[in-house]
């Protein structure tokens, strides 16, 4: 008996050991397995992928996008991006900012005056845009017009030469670091390409000044612009991409299909073509 006895009690206690030691044993190698595994290398990218998808889909299915009639649309934009066209100075697509330039001899070959309103009456440089980005500019206005928003051209095209001239005066008022703040380096201009147009209402006031934020014209420009192809390039709150300070004024047409898709994302044409972000400092 008291030989049973004690082989049962050895037995119960080797199997209590046992439960308590796989207890422990599982408990020890999942924790650890999970923490090196599937935290760090499954989840970062999982969750990349989500939050890309989360943030696209609420605004095409609350954005009023009529245009956005297909589903896979976010996939497709984002791996149909053309990068090729962000370095082609020909493309509507062009990416110029404080690091990447347009080639010393760039000049567009199809400006033409868009039939649009302008602060001043002159047929001079500064009204000129390429002729897509004009046939674009003059539906724009005519769609602001609509809604009783009465735009006017400031300041659109500006040759290579215009630009040096205009930032050597200023360097020469101000110093070339001061300079570079506000003013482009020659080249560097989104001005250059024809594509860009500084706008404001049609009587001229707060004309590519800071006080054009926050009115009608400047309010319909940033809710209805993408729908001619058209973005607010540098937006309140990314200095740090883009380079420049909020310019409500500066759009830049790009076409239709990428200004939607920029538009729907609250991206920058950096953040579109995934490019390193452009320090606002000089
Ligand atoms: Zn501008």
Redesign the pocket.
Known sequence: MNYRKMSLSVILVCLLAAVVMTGCGKAGSTKPDNSGVIGSNVNPSNDGENKGAAEEEPKEGTGQDAEHNGTQEPGEGSSTVDKAAAADPDSVAVLVNKELALPEDYEPSDLVYPDVRFIFKEKIEKRMMRSEAAKALEEMFAGAEADGVYLAGV?AYRSHSTQRSLFNRYVERDGEEKAKTYSAVPGHSE?ETGL?I?VSGSDGKCAAEDCFGGTKEAEWLAQQSAEYGFIIRYPEGKESITGYKY?PW?LRYVGKEIAADIFARDITLEEYYDAVPVSGTP
């Open positions: 300041s001005h860009a500084d310019e500066h």
